[in-house]
């Protein structure tokens, strides 16, 4: 997938602008997120608005509460999309987060689990925040 959009990032003829979260906030400030029914998001790119939108108090197990509507019409872009928002794909993070978690052994004498190497607790806790 990481190939996928260093295609759409590098192509000379995209027209793909990523929407920074900070701008996604400030878009958000003063919306009452529980009224909302439904989404529209007209170039949805790869979902830069929907995971702020999904991060939001109105989530249930990390489902929207409310309909969105995305479109977009790059097919790289739409690829990257529903990937990102796939059930395969909570099911991969999933899976990885167990991974992780199997590497630590369990310390009878401390009665602790072992740490988990830097990288392996950057990477669990990338994962764990994209799961919520």
Not at 74 to 97: A, G, P, V, W
Not at 113 to 126: F, G, I, V
């Amino acid at each position: 997938m990481n190939n996928v959009l260093q295609i759409v990032e590098n192509e000379q003829t995209s027209e793909f602008y990523p929407t920074p979260k900070s701008i996604v906030e400030k878009m958000l400030e003063g919306i009452d997120l529980q009224r909302v029914k439904t989404v529209l998001e007209p170039s949805a790119g790869k979902g830069d608005i929907l995971r702020v939108l999904a991060s939001k108090d109105n989530t249930v197990y990390g489902r929207i509460r409310f309909d969105v509507d995305c479109i977009e019409l790059d097919t790289n872009l739409r690829q990257i999309l529903k990937y990102n928002f796939s059930d395969e794909r909570r099911r991969e993070i999933i899976h990885r987060i167990e991974e992780i978690k199997e590497k630590r052994t369990w310390n009878y004498d401390t009665r602790e689990y072992s740490e988990l190497s830097p990288s392996d607790k950057l990477e669990l806790q990338t994962l764990e925040l994209e799961n919520e």
